[in-house]
């Protein structure tokens, strides 16, 4: 018998495959379409990473699963090549962005195809390349008449090592997410997407879809739903007010000072009462520098500055109080201002501590007890009103909408989420495809010039200027106005990459039409309408509030512009974990990085898949270790040892074992389950204890058993199931073969019926599983109250067990 050899058998059944077009799909026949999704990923130099392989491979054991269930599963790839990036590889190494992504697609391809997916590559898409990128910048347009784009002047998020503008999102604690730069604050003309626009509709539907609950979680406290009460305060001595938005208006009689962000509109206006000018005007300057996330970060401490000579009226009991700049407050939320109550808000009680501000609970948890307790910290519970007038002993929910009437106040609601800014100062991305007129104004692109091609430059370094490289290429920029035909300049912009992924899942169809894109009864439109929206969506959960969001609300808008019928664009989206080496996170810098070349060369993709598959659960990741690959592949070798010349097996199923057959049917059911819920590992622990059950028949077990092994071993390692598949001489491809089914009867667990005794005398009899073990067994005893009665008060010395026939509990 030959030895396994993994590289030769793999090589063999990709070659078969391919010639036989085993995966392809015919979009417009096919009778159960189902669209398996995995996020493509971007082309880097490093090539594919084991934490790419371990997605994959987990959706790709999806889709196989699936298609053994009878469905056409149409599982496409494509290559999300254009952005930051792949750029400021090319930057480093001195080569053009496009000469530098295409070499990196050529090492992905060859990579991804190692991994004996079902990938259909005659779908391939590939975001730098102008026939996809002509319909993000119609996208663009179709956005921009709907009144979902717009250009502001704005203070953002700027990266100074990437040169660009960065959406709150690619923030992460005060660094960019690429490169991990300090981010500092810039104002700039930008576009943006009312994103905000859906945020309501957002937030509902994530009620309708079947996602991960972590995934959910993310966005929904990213969109960051308030409910409060907008409130004016007026200024002593002053026409101006300012105002407020508060979710605890029952607190205002408590409220001691005001902060407002050193952005806030009304700070000028209030510059020549303001006797400490100088002061106010360095502190604005230095909050500049600082990124909006960094500003919030609830554990840095709070500072701040006071406006001397302005005073605020608080409207519940026109008392005066002190008016306050602070970073922690954002114009861009709310009002841009908030009535500061620190005896019932933790982060205003430090800025009150800190600066020895008045502090006044006005919610006690005591009442009627007359006495509050001393606050440690800021009371946020429930409780009555104190110290608040006419309204003391109110129950503190009704007091809200109480005193926002008093005061005049009027109920509204807010949101954490801001709008999407799109617009980037590079050069690698889609050129925005707006065109700006002396005469006309702004001027969109029309559809029929699409796409704005990105000229081949050889200075495509960023600035630093605050305008794109596209900005110094005369023959792009100058151009003629399409209403006017005077003359005009592009936009030098390009868009976030974020809007490229926001749509591929059309992309792989719109590609099927020869890029042909329409809608009513359009072959392109039929085509929507069977395969969309995608049945399963499979990617790291770090897209919670970036690219999943950016999909739920393109998606959203296209729905409501009459392009589709349905407005969310997966049913089903799971998160998957991530990979360890040896306990500590995989990174370039601590050298930890798994390539899975060498892997796949020494052991062959079937024991990789199987290895990521099987380090825990899918959904939490795992710890790679060069150790535990090798009981993988020693699994593997014993199944391929297990191979006989077909006149061993029995090709009869009569073999009397119902032992194994209940055990087979166990199987199925465990695995089926297990795939549906992405449980793998578990799946395939049950394919162990099946096969090591099944060894011990070798010479005289039926052939279904074996069969049964390689159907469910299939989706997991589907070169090595083809190969044992063919040399039992068995009909067809192991992967067009039925999901096997099971009997309700023959998984149905034997009772026994348990003598219960407690210090040798018979005190109950109970129905359990033949196979129960002395551990549960006791478990149960001890959950009769037949038995609790004998035993209360005793301590239990030990515990006699005789397998499938009594208990006794000497006490």
């Known amino acids: 018998m030959q030895k396994y050899n993994p590289q030769k058998i793999e090589a063999k059944w990709k070659r078969i495959w391919k010639k036989a077009k085993q995966w392809k799909v015919d979009l ?24 790419n392989v371990y997605a994959f491979t987990g959706s790709d054991i999806y889709g196989r699963f699936r298609r053994m269930q009878q469905n056409d599963v149409f599982e496409p790839m494509g290559f999300d090549s254009f952005g930051i990036h792949s750029e400021n590889y090319a930057i480093k190494v001195g080569v053009h962005p496009k000469i530098q992504t295409n070499k990196n697609i050529q090492n992905f391809r060859k990579q991804l195809k190692a991994l004996g997916a079902l990938f259909a590559w005659d779908h391939e898409v590939i975001t730098s390349e102008p026939e996809y990128y002509k319909w993000t910048q119609w996208l663009f347009l179709q956005l921009y008449k709907a009144g979902l784009a717009y250009r502001a002047k704005a203070p953002v998020d700027w990266c100074p090592s990437c040169k660009t503008v960065l959406a709150d999102e690619q923030v992460i604690q005060g660094r960019c997410e690429r490169c991990d730069s300090e981010v500092v604050q810039k104002e700039l003309e930008q576009w943006f997407f009312r994103i905000t626009k859906y945020a309501e509709k957002l937030l509902k539907n994530l009620e309708t879809i ?100 302005i005073k605020a009226i608080n409207p519940a009991n026109n ?70 007038d006419k309204f003391d002993g109110m ?25 999407w800014l799109i617009s980037r100062q590079r050069y690698w991305g889609p050129p925005i495809p707006i065109i700006y007129c002396d005469k006309c104004g702004t001027v969109p692109v029309p559809e029929k010039d699409l796409p ?29 106005c399409p209403q006017c035909k005077g003359p005009a300049e592009r936009e030098t912009d390009v868009s976030d990459t974020f809007l490229d992924s926001s749509w591929y899942f059309f992309g792989y169809l719109l590609k099927f039409g020869n890029w042909k894109l329409g809608f009513g009864n359009s072959a392109f439109s039929q085509l929507l309408k069977k395969w969309c929206p995608v049945d399963m969506y499979i990617g790291g959960q770090e897209h919670a509030v970036l690219h999943l969001l950016y999909t739920r609300f393109i998606t959203m808008a296209l729905k409501d512009m009459g ?13 998957h974990g991530l990979l360890t080496k040896d306990g500590a996170k995989m990174s370039k810098s601590k050298g930890n990085v798994v390539n899975p070349d060498e892997y796949f060369a020494k052991y062959g993709a079937d024991t990789v898949r199987m290895y990521l598959m099987f380090l825990g ?51 199925i059911k465990k695995v089926t389950e297990d795939l549906e819920n992405l449980r793998y590992n578990t799946a395939i622990a049950a394919l162990m204890e099946y096969f090591n059950e099944i060894s011990n028949f070798q010479f005289i077990i039926s052939k279904q058993y074996i069969e049964t092994l390689l159907v469910l071993l299939a989706p ?90 009594l208990l006794n509990i000497v006490a």
């Open 617 to 667: 659960p899918f959904s939490e990741g795992g710890d790679w270790s060069d150790k535990g690959i090798v009981g993988i592949y020693r699994f593997l070798n014993r199944i391929w040892n297990f191979q006989f010349p077909i006149s061993n097996f029995q090709s009869n199923s009569n073999v009397p074992n119902s032992k194994l057959e209940s055990l087979r049917h166990k199987t």
């Open 319 to 388: 008392e005066e109080i002190p008016v306050w700049i602070a970073d922690y407050v954002l114009a861009s939320y709310g009002t841009g201002a908030i009535m500061a109550v620190p005896a019932h808000d933790q982060r205003d009680l430090e800025f009150a501590t800190k600066y020895n501000l008045p502090i006044k609970q006005v919610v006690c948890g005591n009442y009627p007890e007359p006495v509050c307790p001393i606050l440690a910290e800021a009371y946020l519970g429930p409780g009555h009103l104190v110290g608040s």
């Open 210 to 309: 079947d996602w991960s609950e972590r995934t959910k979680i993310a966005q929904r406290n990213w969109i960051g739903r308030s409910e409060g009460a907008q409130i004016e305060f007026k200024i002593q001595s002053s026409k101006l007010k300012i105002e407020v938005f508060t979710t605890r208006p029952d607190t205002l009689f408590g409220a001691t000072y005001l902060v407002l962000s050193p952005e806030h509109s009304q700070i000028p206006n209030l510059k020549s009462q303001i006797t400490n000018w100088n002061e106010v005007e360095n502190y604005i300057a230095q909050a500049k520098k600082k990124s909006e996330l960094e500003r919030t970060e609830l554990t840095k401490e709070k500072t701040g500055v006071e406006l001397k000579g």
């Open 452 to 480: 704005v091609l990105l000229p081949n430059v050889k200075e495509f370094r960023p600035t630093g200027t605050g305008k794109s490289p596209l900005a110094s290429v005369p023959s792009f920029v100058n151009t003629k």
């Open 563 to 575: 392009f589709i019928d349905f407005k969310e664009p997966f049913k089903k989206f799971r998160a």
């Open 28 to 51: 417009k026949r096919a009778k159960k379409p189902y669209y398996n999704l995995m996020m493509f990923p971007y082309p880097s130099a490093e090539g594919l990473h084991v934490g």
């Open 716 to 805: 997991f390692a589907p070169h090595i199931a083809e190969e044992l598949w063919s040399q039992l001489r068995a009909k067809g491809s192991v992967h067009n073969q039925p999901w096997p089914s099971y009997s309700p009867k023959l998984i149905k667990e034997e009772k026994i019926r348990l003598v219960l005794q407690v210090n040798g005398r018979v005190r109950d009899v109970i129905e359990v599983p033949a196979q129960i073990s002395e551990g549960e067994a006791k478990e149960l005893a001890l959950r009769q109250k037949s038995i609790q009665k004998w035993i209360e008060g005793k301590q239990i010395q030990r515990v006699i067990f005789i397998p499938q026939k």
């Open 395 to 419: 129950e503190f929910e009704k007091a809200k909408w109480e005193i926002t009437k008093f005061v005049g106040g009027k109920k509204t609601i807010n949101y954490h989420l801001r709008d």
